[in-house]
């Protein structure tokens, strides 16, 4: 009898850490939450924002882009002292 209430603890155990993955699945969530759809609005503010967010990081890809070309003319030509050396497309 001890040996069937030890095998029932030990299933216990075992199961907790799978059923505990499989309710953080986010499919699971939406079941328990209820399937939500955004609407048509969220949608294109969620749009509207990744678009702003991957223009900002064009932006900063060019800029880094630039400070690589100013580096490696850096590193090819040491000579260059400061006052002559300017970044590529810089405003300044």
């Known amino acids: 009898m001890l040996w069937i ?3 029932v603890i030990l299933f216990v155990a075992l199961a907790l ?3 505990g993955r499989i309710l953080y699945l ?3 969530r939406n079941i328990f939450r209820g399937n939500h ?3 048509m609005d969220e949608v ?3 749009i509207r924002s990744l ?3 991957v223009s900002l990081l064009g932006k900063s890809l060019s800029d880094l882009r630039d400070e690589n070309i100013f580096v490696q ?3 090819a030509n ?3 002292t400061e006052s002559r050396a300017v970044l590529p497309n810089s405003d300044t």
């Open 17 to 19: 850490p799978a059923i």
């Open 73 to 75: 003319n850096l590193l």
């Open 51 to 53: 678009e702003d967010e």
């Open 44 to 46: 294109m503010e969620r």
């Open 37 to 39: 759809h955004p609407s």
């Open 5 to 7: 209430i030890a095998l």
């Open 78 to 80: 040491p000579e260059v």
């Open 26 to 28: 986010p499919s699971t």
